[in-house]
């Protein structure tokens, strides 16, 4: 408990205190105008209230990853809150502000376009395709997992079409067909506060839960330890890094943060915006770590320590493959009672719903950023999201379970390519360059060793795959000094 205490101050200490000396590094100036003003278009840019864009951008980068991935990523041990912490403080909301506050500065340009001006030529063609293709895998993922969730708690008992797999799949996609045609401020900016506010509330009373809660939770004195018990599990490093995202270090929020970069009324609120809803998603992710491994540790299960009944919860008993939403119901319901199994569905279904929207729409405004291409009509935003829909629509059909994975280290994988585009923006504007560098040469580390030992990429030994990792984070180290020793 001590461990978990320490850690949600130092997250709060973090924003308190190193917030505002990235904010310094930066420079934001309130004197500058922002996009929402000088691009006003009434659709994507428009000036809106700050505690409205904050709520909005938590939802965008938060979902469900800052639940599922801590409670999967909890089964490493006390190092998930480790990693949590360091990872949100000095990676991830440093990552999210720099790509919010570097769109801000750029009319409200997309990450392809901010690192594509940074890092050249072929580097913005390859971050247009990959953004591109990644907004479009995340919004069919999230159509057809959210669709399947709600046939189970609500479907029909008849057996008729209304409450069927496909039912609700036509459902989410209609709405997400809305939530990218529609001005920004029509849906999106009425209902993400409501949605986010749930997700705080359900946080909230999980913390409650936490003080309150028979149970035990480790501490991080054996945090250097790898504590999953499931034997096919990736080492700690770099399984832990990857497998925890969302809530300490996630490259899809890059794609996330230049939405509200068109949305921020002064470049000052640019440090509650960003870096402050990363650090609120890193202490949605904490909390959930915690009470997952509190909870298991109460339960009548087997195993032998918290984490072995953890993984018997998530998986039957070795029944089927881990399933964190079946946890998610659990929790909320025995500590939170009636109102936690509304919040529950909130956290299992409402939540990739609004990852899903949010990445069509950023798909939509990647291809406009590079094709030049204005939307302030409709039907002009039609022509870009149409390819995409109708690409989603062939993905909803391919089986994702091999694909997913992919996805674990494609994500993180952008975030390396934005850490890099920020380190070398501070390098040019005279700025200390070491706040993105250390987090851009730790992830290179981490998405390089990842697919060098993982089966779905090179499947080599560790050594050789750490190797791998830090010889490349090095040999761009190398890179990078030699090209600030000629500029």
């Known amino acids: 408990m001590l461990s978990f205490s320490l850690a949600f101050i130092f997250l709060i200490l973090g924003f308190v205190f190193y917030s505002k000396y990235v904010e310094k590094v930066v420079g934001a100036n309130a004197d500058n105008k922002t996009p929402a003003y000088t ?12 505690w409205k864009v904050f709520l909005i951008q938590f939802l965008n980068i938060a979902g469900t990853g800052p639940i599922f991935g801590a409670i999967l990523g909890v089964l490493y041990g006390p190092a998930s809150y480790l990693w949590i912490v360091l990872g949100c403080v000095f990676g991830g909301a440093v990552h999210d502000y720099m790509s919010g506050m570097m769109s801000v500065r750029k ?13 050249g030529k072929v580097a913005r063609q390859f ?8 907004m479009v895998f995340v919004g069919a993922v999230f159509v057809t997992s959210p669709a399947g969730l709600l046939a189970d708690l609500v479907g029909s008992t008849d057996g008729s079409f209304f409450g069927t797999q496909t039912f609700w799949s036509i459902v989410i996609f209609v709405y997400y067909i809305m939530a990218t045609l529609l001005p920004i401020d029509k849906l999106i900016g009425k209902i993400y506060p409501l949605f986010g506010a749930a997700l705080l509330i359900m946080a909230a009373g999980l913390l409650f839960g936490i003080f309150t809660q028979a149970g035990n939770i480790p501490e991080v004195t054996s945090a250097f330890q790898n504590h999953n018990p499931n034997p096919k599990a990736m080492s700690l490093f770099p399984g832990l890094f990857i497998t925890i995202a969302c809530g300490a270090v996630s490259g899809f929020h890059a794609t996330q943060s230049p939405m509200m970069a068109r949305c921020i009324e002064n470049e000052k609120y640019g440090r509650s915006v960003f870096y402050g809803a990363m650090i609120a998603e890193g202490l949605v992710a904490l909390i959930w770590a915690a ?3 509190k909870f298991a540790d109460s339960l009548t299960v087997e195993g ?3 984490c072995e009944k953890l993984m018997n919860v998530l998986t039957d008993n070795g029944a089927h493959s881990a399933n964190p939403a079946i946890l998610v119901n659990m929790i909320c319901q025995t500590w939170l009672g009636k109102v936690g199994a509304v919040l529950a569905v909130l956290g299992v279904v409402a939540a990739p719903i609004t990852s899903g ?10 291809a406009a950023d590079f094709m030049h291409f204005k939307q302030n009509k409709i039907y002009k935003r039609l022509i870009l999201a149409l390819p995409l829909f109708v690409v989603a629509l062939i993905l909803m059909q391919v089986d994702f379970s091999v ?10 994988t952008l975030s390396v390519f934005t850490f890099w585009g920020a380190t070398i923006w501070l390098a040019r504007n005279h700025k200390n360059y070491y706040i993105t560098l250390v987090p851009a040469l730790w992830m290179t580390a981490v998405c390089t060793t990842y697919i060098m030992l993982a089966p779905i990429g090179f499947n080599l030994d560790y050594t050789l795959s750490w190797i791998c990792g830090c010889g490349v984070a090095l040999s761009l180290l190398v890179i990078f000094r030699y090209w600030r020793r000629n500029k």
């Open 39 to 50: 691009q006003n278009d009434g659709v994507d840019f428009m000036p809106m209230p700050t």
């Open 403 to 412: 694909l997913w994975q992919y996805f674990g280290w494609t994500n993180q």
């Open 357 to 366: 929207d949010t990445a069509f729409r950023s798909g939509r405004l990647i």
């Open 291 to 293: 009470a997952t491994i």
């Open 127 to 134: 971050m247009r395709v990959f953004t591109l293709v990644l």
């Open 304 to 306: 032998a320590n918290p």
């Open 107 to 119: 009319n409200g340009q997309g990450i392809a376009e901010i690192v594509g001006d940074q890092l």
